[in-house]
């Protein structure tokens, strides 16, 4: 049984084409054994038959996504998912913001990620506002701009909660936590610093535009209205993860011989932006929100046909990290079911029946434990399958069971080159079983 494969391709085992690659990543599906679980995990305890069967067909491991010194950040993860070394890339999440929304950046512009935050008194409601839409957004930012916007200051709306503002000029050496750290405590204990003395001026010009955005969001009428239906208040912007430029090899250049052309599917700012200096071409998908109610089987269907034409996509879903951000459990569980039934289960299927040969990887970038409510370090599970790949011993997906995974413990860019290594001599020695 368990060499069975996914695929059902010709009963001689030839397989027609040449590989293509698809990474599924589940933002922040990682978490902690939790008691009101009975001591399981999330990944544990959640109904995932398509998960465990990727894990049973296929071979599974652990993978350290976040380098000693580095934050445990999405920008950070996801890169080095690719293979990016951080020492060398990193330069915060504004740069990637910045090309998401076509914002190209002076040499001297640093790019920071503008938070619309909830406040409550002296503590951070949270991160998000709760659900904002874009919409609602672009007001307030187009607001801010001609308020506080000048030569040197420029406010750009993103999507939902995420926006970015350019500093030129400004100096990157900053101390900036990330709001999403800090949910119900003390805002004013987290104020942005200056790392060294020649970003002192940067950092006091960012200070005044938190304090003054406050004074001007405090009276915008959307938030009268917001009031009125019961929703959190947009309190202040939290400018943060600021850098300049990167420096990034497309991935049709590190796998020429295997990506000729590719395509990332989000609905997350950052994840374009790292798709964009990835070389991936992004693929918008109607209802794709980036929260637990995202349109799931589109993003799926969106994959299928990307995969038509091209050799690499990355598929990655916000809404489990969004749930483990506001410590909802039940939530979070649905969401990796979500991605279990709408998403695995018809790239599987399609995988099954398709005459050419596709590999899957299926993975978190990041723990977002529930208990904690922001992201940690901890390596996480990963499943990789491909047309004649010899199963490993591991029965289901999930943190316990990757550890005994035969692809072991995998940092920097193993993961990304064991993913995509030439796989040509096992395609060719493939029978697989018709059933």
């Not at 085992?13 to 293509?20: A, C, E, F, L, Q």
């Not at 790392?195 to 200070?207: F, H, I, K, R, V």
């Not at 070389?279 to 799931?296: E, F, K, Q």
């Amino acid at each position: 049984y368990r060499r069975r494969c996914l695929c059902r391709y010709n009963v001689t085992g030839v397989i027609n084409g040449t590989m293509k690659h698809i990474i599924i990543l589940g933002d922040g599906m990682a978490d902690w054994h939790n008691e009101a679980l009975g001591g399981k995990t999330l990944l544990q305890h959640a109904h995932t038959p398509n998960a465990d069967r990727l894990a049973r067909m296929g071979r599974c491991g652990l993978l350290r996504t976040v380098a000693d010194g580095f934050h445990p950040g999405s920008e950070v993860a996801n890169s080095s998912i690719l293979g990016y070394d951080q020492h060398v890339v990193y330069e915060g999440r504004g740069p990637l913001e910045a090309a998401s929304i076509g914002v190209e950046l002076a040499d001297d512009d640093l790019a920071l990620r503008c938070n619309l935050i909830s406040l409550d008194g002296n503590l951070l409601r949270n991160h998000s506002c709760g659900r904002l839409e874009t919409e609602d957004a672009d007001i307030l930012i187009k607001y801010l701009q001609e308020e506080l916007g000048n030569d040197r200051v420029h406010f750009y709306t993103g999507v939902q909660y995420r926006h970015l503002l350019v500093i030129k000029g400004g100096n990157k050496h900053l101390h900036c936590t990330p709001p999403h750290d800090i949910p119900g405590k003390p805002w004013r204990e987290y104020m942005l610093r200056a790392e060294t003395p020649e970003a002192e001026e940067t950092a006091q010009l960012l200070t005044e535009l938190i304090y003054k955005s406050q004074v001007l969001l405090k009276y915008h009428p959307l938030n009268a209205q917001r009031a009125e239906q019961g929703m959190d208040p947009v309190s202040s912007i939290w400018p943060w993860g600021g850098g300049y430029r990167p420096q990034m090899a497309p991935l049709t250049h590190t796998f020429a011989s295997q990506i000729q052309r590719g395509s990332v599917i989000t609905a997350v700012d950052l994840i374009r932006g790292i798709g964009h200096y990835a070389g991936l071409r992004t693929i918008d998908v109607l209802g794709a929100t980036g929260l637990w109610d995202t349109n799931y089987a589109g993003k799926a269907h969106a994959a299928l046909e990307a995969l038509r034409t091209d050799d690499f996509v990355y598929l990655h879903v916000e809404a489990a990290d969004e749930a483990g951000h506001d410590g909802d459990l039940a939530l979070k569980i649905q969401c990796i079911e979500n991605i279990d039934k709408y998403i695995l289960a018809p790239i599987m299927q399609a995988a099954e029946m398709s005459t050419e040969p596709l590999s899957i990887a299926f993975l978190p970038d990041h723990p977002t434990p529930i208990d904690l409510r922001t992201h940690t370090a901890e390596p996480v599970p990963f499943a990789i399958w491909y047309p004649g790949i010899t199963p490993d011993a591991v029965e289901t997906f999930d943190e316990d069971a990757a550890r005994q995974g035969s692809y072991g413990l995998l940092e920097g860019d193993q993961f990304i080159h064991a993913f995509m290594q030439d796989k040509e001599t096992e395609i060719q020695t493939y029978q697989p079983e018709i059933y």
